[in-house]
Nanobody
Framework: VQLVESGGGMVQPGGSLRLSCAAS????????MSWVRQAPGKGPEWVSA????????YYTDSVKGRFTISRDNAKNTLYLQMNSLKPEDTALYYC??????????????????????WGQGTQVTVSS
């Protein structure tokens, strides 16, 4: 199993970035996926999740209306479109494969122990 993130960088407040996560070594379309971020000196924070077929998505409150998660199962790739970026979005962003129970709502996606594989992360820095 391999998850490789890309697309991070430095951007001014209000700017946009699109993160990608290329998956290999497993049946990508069979797993819910998430983006998780970690800011310096803080613990991991779940950002967003998407069901296997992309028909359901979930977001943490701080990014709702600004971030959009999507996936292309034909390309084995997960995406995170980030608009109206703020300095508090600065973090290392990881994609992660969800291995926990699927129920209605986002709770189980917020539990770090429900992920079995993580990428190496891509840095997003929002600064003027």
């Amino acid at each position: 199993v391999q998850l490789v993130e890309s697309g991070g960088g430095m951007v001014q407040p209000g700017g946009s970035l699109r993160l990608s996560c290329a998956a290999s070594g497993f049946s990508f379309s069979s797993y819910d996926m998430s983006w998780v971020r970690q800011a310096p000196g803080k613990g991991p924070e779940w950002v967003s999740a998407i069901w296997t077929g992309g028909d359901n998505t979930y977001y943490t409150d701080s990014v709702k209306g600004r971030f959009t998660i999507s996936r292309d199962n034909a390309k084995n790739t997960l995406y995170l479109q980030m608009n109206s970026l703020k300095p508090e979005d600065t973090a290392l962003y990881y994609c992660a494969r969800f291995s926990g129970p699927r129920y209605s709502g986002s709770y189980y996606y917020t539990v770090p122990g429900n992920y079995d594989y993580w990428g190496q992360g891509t840095q997003v820095t929002v600064s003027s």
